[in-house]
Structure formats: C-alpha cells, structure tokens
C-alpha cells in the first residue's frame, strides 16, 4: 500500500466504531508513525534555488530558507519564484489563490506533479500555511484576512525551525509582516507581439526589484516573464552609445599668424575652447 492508502486505513478503523480498544490505540499508534514518516526532515541548504536570471538581484544567489518576501501581486513573477524551486524536485504550495492559472505556472517550469493548490482556505488560511510548512519548503500565500501579530511571529518562528520560505502576495489581509526578510517587485512592463491593429500578446518584459535585509540597495533586472519558449532569462540592454571626442581650439581672441613648432604646443596660460567631434 502506499503512504496515503495506509494513513486512509488508519483513519477509517478510527472513525468506524472498534470492537476492541486495543486495536483502536494501535491504529493511533501506526497512523502517528506514518506521519512522523512523511514529515520533511529541515534542509541543511541555506538557500532555495531561484531562475539563473534572478540570481544577481538576491544575495548569495537564492531565497533565504525559514523566511518570508513581500511579493508583488504579479502571477508572472508568482510562477517564475516557484518555478526555480520545483525544477529541483522541491515540492510547492500556492494558497488563496482562485485566479492562478495552472497552465501558466506550468509555462513558467513549475512541474505541476510536485504542485499543490488551496485556492480559498478563507479565514483559516493561517492554519493552512502552518500545517503545509511541515511538508513543503516553499508557499505563496494570499491572505484572505488580516492576522494578529503574535500569530505572524508565532508562524515565521514555525516556518524557521521548519526551513519553509513563505511569498506573501498583497490580499484582503495584506498587512506588514514582522521580520521579513525582503520584498522583491515587479513594474515597468512592456508587452510584444502586438502591431498595428494585428498580432497577439506573445511575452512580458518586465523590470525585477529586490531589496532584501542582506542587501538593503534596491538591486534590479530586466527580464521576460516568461519568452516564447516557456524561458525566464534576462534581457539584453542596448549598449551605451560612446561618448564624443573633445579636444582644444585656440583661443577666437589669439591674433592670426604662423604657426610654429614652439605655438604648436597647448599654452596653460591663454584659454581654449572645446569642440565636439563624431
């Protein structure tokens, strides 16, 4: 049997009535083990890995493990966070989030057999989170309402000693969270495919912002979210045109007359005029 057929057993022996008490504690006792079992042990990575186009906007590279980012209510950048995780096999959680399109997070490289969707927890979406963060290392969440603050400091000291990294999009319950890590944002869009009264929406060029605890200077990207191949990579900005050569010119007021090698040279004393030339 697998995991979940035998923690089934174990729970329909509990609900139906026993004849025997003893066999009634040993399914408690078995169902607990299997728990235990399936419970992730805390990753020793200090990091979870994110898309090699994010890497230069996040120190050492990656997402802080046990801590929580402010994101930006993008579905785009949603994807492309999730994404860097669950093509390393890490499994991922996206709760209060009805609109979240499955097939988009899929474009963006999320393996949706390693998915798993609340979309309306409603006001127990707080519990939702902590019971996830037992099992899975990264969860973006919308909160439905608002929380206290000591049930926010009570679930980042969960999700540290678990090792889960929450994403916080903004919600009805948006409010500030206590010790987050960072925020890491998304703005300036600009979309391609569209012509003259033809074409089609084809992908989303999009400037990223993090600024985060470790590196409290904004530090940004311009990246496509995701190309038409399903990739998330940074764009390539034009070069910088060169600057123009000056050089000096004699001064309009000097008197005219020939040059010689001793003129020839530039005089510290008598002013020059710049030209612009190119």
């Not at 408690?28 to 399936?38: A, G, Q, S, Y």
């Not at 990656?62 to 785009?76: F, H, N, R």
């Not at 609340?118 to 309402?145: D, F, H, N």
């Amino acid at each position: 049997y697998s995991r979940m057929e035998c923690m089934g057993m174990a729970l329909g022996s509990m609900i139906a009535p026993a004849a025997d008490t003893d066999d009634r504690v040993s399914d408690v006792l078995r169902l607990r083990r299997e728990i235990t079992r399936m419970q992730r042990r805390r990753s020793d990575l200090p990091l979870i890995p994110v898309l090699p186009a994010l890497e230069s906007i996040l120190p050492e590279g990656g997402l802080q493990v046990g801590t929580t980012y402010s994101l930006s209510s993008s579905p785009g950048l949603i994807g492309a966070l999730l994404a860097g995780a669950s093509r390393t096999g890490a499994w991922c959680a996206a709760v209060g989030m009805p609109t979240l399109g499955v097939e988009a997070l899929a474009g963006h490289g999320v393996d949706l057999d390693r998915l798993l969707l609340v979309p309306a927890p409603g006001p127990r979406w707080l519990s939702v989170v902590s019971a996830l963060s037992e099992v899975i290392p990264l969860i973006a969440i919308r909160p439905a309402t608002s929380a206290r603050e000591a049930e926010l400091s009570r679930l980042s000291a969960r999700l540290r000693d678990r090792g889960c990294t929450l994403l916080v999009v903004p919600g009805p319950g948006s409010q500030a969270w206590p010790q987050s890590e960072g925020s890491i944002r998304v703005h300036d869009p600009r979309w391609q495919g569209l012509g003259d009264g033809w074409g089609a929406l084809e992908e989303c060029e999009v400037t990223v912002t993090a600024r985060t605890r470790r590196s409290p200077v904004p530090q940004s990207v311009r990246v496509r979210l995701p190309d038409v191949h399903g990739r998330i990579h940074e764009t390539v900005e034009a070069a910088a045109p060169a600057l123009p050569r000056l050089f000096p010119l004699p001064s309009a007021a000097a008197e005219a007359r020939p040059v010689t090698a001793i003129d020839a040279r530039p005089s510290s004393e008598s002013p020059a005029l710049l030209a612009v030339a190119g």
